[in-house]
């Protein structure tokens, strides 16, 4: 089965700059997708198709694409930012929708 | 605005039956796909199953592939997901998403979601 790869976590202090990445053999042919997700609360897209940034999410959060690995960057962090972020595309035959393993954000 | 509320979760024995339902307002409910999406206690989102905006086309994941039936009223703006032959696994909080319609599937908007605890 398909699968996305997250490291597990990432820490930064306020103000500075996160990368989370997401890596997957077919993230050339899908898009990808970018949700925070902070306990008790419904996760919440904070990117779509790669790098489009949805109305009401903060310009901090951006994302990019290179080969088989998209990235999440997060400048300028802030506490409110400390969450579950999970990466989410699809294999190549559009079917089989798969999650990464999510990347705890700490902010320092 | 747009709204999903999910319903039907409990505690339930494994082996037995659980139909969970998530009601939709807010937006056009027959235009679009919907997915769900699990996660269990301490563990990462997991997703489930789609089905298309008709109700034609469903797709599972492999862990609920063969026990678990998505379905849609769109008279009703209503998701149903139909869980029988239930284990201790599938303990884990049910997520309704709607898809945004982009080429690749991905989700806008989600419920809170409702808990399902399979327990003897």
């Known amino acids: 089965s398909y699968e996305l790869t997250q490291p597990p976590s990432v820490s930064v202090s306020p103000g500075q700059t996160a990368r989370i990445t997401c890596s997957g053999d077919?993230?050339?042919?899908?898009?990808a997708y970018w949700y925070q997700h902070k306990p008790g609360q419904a996760p919440v897209v904070v990117i779509y198709?790669?790098?489009e940034r949805p109305s009401g999410i903060p310009e901090r959060f951006s994302g990019s694409s290179s080969g088989t690995t998209v990235t999440l960057t997060i400048s300028g962090v802030q506490a409110e930012d400390e969450a579950e972020y999970y990466c989410?595309?699809?294999?190549?035959?559009?079917?089989?929708?798969?999650f990464g393993g999510g990347t705890k954000l700490t902010v320092l | 605005q747009v709204q999903l509320v999910e319903s039907g979760g409990g505690v339930v024995q494994p082996g037995r039956s659980l139909r969970l339902s998530c009601a939709a307002s807010g937006f056009t409910f027959s235009s679009y796909g919907m997915h769900w999406v699990r996660q269990a206690p301490g563990k990462g989102l997991e997703w489930a199953a789609v089905i298309s905006s008709d109700g034609s086309i469903k797709y599972y994941g492999d862990s609920v592939k063969g026990r678990f039936t998505i379905s849609r009223d769109n008279s009703k703006n209503t998701l149903y997901l139909q869980m029988n032959s239930l284990r201790a696994e599938d303990t884990a909080v049910y997520y309704c998403?709607?898809?945004?319609?982009?080429?690749?599937?991905?989700?806008?908007?989600w419920g809170q979601g409702t808990m399902v605890t399979v327990s003897s």
């Open positions: 198709k790669d790098s």
């Open positions: 077919a993230l050339p042919k899908k898009y």
């Open positions: 989410q595309s699809a294999d190549t035959s559009g079917t089989y929708v798969v």
């Open positions: 998403a709607k898809d945004r319609a982009d080429p690749s599937p991905g989700c806008d908007m």
